[in-house]
């Protein structure tokens, strides 16, 4: 599951925003926010950016999400 190339903690309207820059970039991006439905309408809602954006509900699976070395933006 560790194909992502970086990791980013918390969706807000900043980190939202800086998670679909990275995604329409190039780079696969795990992302995760304390509340799941966040988390749900934030992959919903970026359209062809989703294949590049992996949800997740749970730290464990952000984590490994994310190949290693990891890198994560909190």
């Known amino acids: ?10 969706l807000g309207t900043m ?6 820059n990275i995604a329409d970039n190039g780079f696969d991006i795990a ?3 304390r509340t799941t439905a966040v988390t749900r309408a934030f ?3 970026t ?8 949800a997740t509900e749970s730290l464990a699976d952000f984590v490994a ?7 994560i933006i909190l």
Request: proline residues 3%; aromatic residues 2%; charged residues 20%.
């Open 1 to 10: 599951m560790s194909n992502c190339d970086i990791g980013l903690l918390g």
């Open 47 to 54: 359209g062809a950016l989703s294949d590049r954006i992996t």
């Open 65 to 71: 999400a994310i190949a290693k070395p990891r890198a």
């Open 15 to 20: 980190g939202a925003a800086l998670a679909a």
């Open 31 to 33: 992302v995760y926010n």
């Open 43 to 45: 992959k919903a809602d």
